[in-house]
């Protein structure tokens, strides 16, 4: 089994507060990985990063930042939440040499 | 950019009855990933295939990657309430990169 940490599990808060998702992860893995996703729906890439102060972004934009200060630390920040960014956030590690993810359980957001 | 595409989007089935489901793309992978997500939380690994042709067997579950690694099916035989989830395949890319695509996902209901 993995892990994985991310905290908070669930955050609901006003528009235009800075907040900062964190996860962990106590495998020692070089990859990291943010995505987003809707209920029922696919995962979007949001951020990822592939070693310490290495961080690029993904597929889909976002206002968020991460960065990768320690191996074991990916945080991801927004500087002014807005309803749009309401979703789910997941936190994901990979080894070397390896293509497999494992998920933390989540953030679940919400903006209001 | 790698598409997959799955299918069907939503199954509702009774217990006892089994179902594929399928993941297609134009798109080579070289390997090819499983997962099963339930409400609130992270999408847990079911499997990886790598091999073309390769088929797992995981209990209830036969996974096959397809020979020329574009597609993937998942055969879930006599399916039980405890198989509800939504079922994410993802695809990882060819060169160094190496980040996962994932499928829009299948909604598999079975009810008692």
């Known amino acids: 089994e993995a892990d994985i940490y991310q905290t908070p599990r669930y955050l609901v808060i006003g528009t235009g507060k800075k907040i900062t998702l964190e996860c962990s992860q106590t495998m020692g893995h070089d990859k990291m990985y943010w995505y987003q996703q809707d209920p029922g729906m696919e995962l979007h890439l949001i951020h990822y990063?592939?070693?310490?102060?290495?961080?690029e972004k993904g597929d889909l934009s976002s206002e968020s930042t991460v960065s990768r200060i320690r191996t074991e630390h990916f945080p991801l920040t927004l500087e002014s939440a807005r309803p749009s960014h309401t979703s789910q956030y997941l936190c994901?590690?990979?080894?070397?040499?390896?293509?497999?993810?494992?998920f933390g359980p989540g953030t679940r957001l919400t903006v209001l | 950019t790698q598409l997959l595409e799955q299918s069907p989007q939503f199954l509702s089935i009774q217990e006892g009855e089994n179902l594929t489901v399928y993941c297609n793309s134009s798109s080579v992978f070289s390997s090819l990933q499983w997962y099963r997500q339930e409400p609130g939380e992270g999408p847990v690994l079911l499997v990886t295939?790598?091999?073309?042709?390769e088929v797992k067997k995981l209990k209830r579950l036969t996974f096959q990657f397809g020979d020329a690694r574009k597609d993937s099916s998942l055969h879930i035989t006599a399916a039980q309430p405890g198989d509800t989830g939504l079922y994410l395949c993802a695809g990882a890319g060819r060169g160094s990169a190496r980040q996962l695509t994932f499928g829009s996902g299948t909604q598999l209901t079975v009810l008692p």
């Open positions: 994901a590690s990979s080894g070397t040499g390896t293509d497999t993810q494992y």
């Open positions: 295939v790598v091999t073309g042709g």
């Open positions: 990063s592939y070693g310490v102060n290495s961080t």
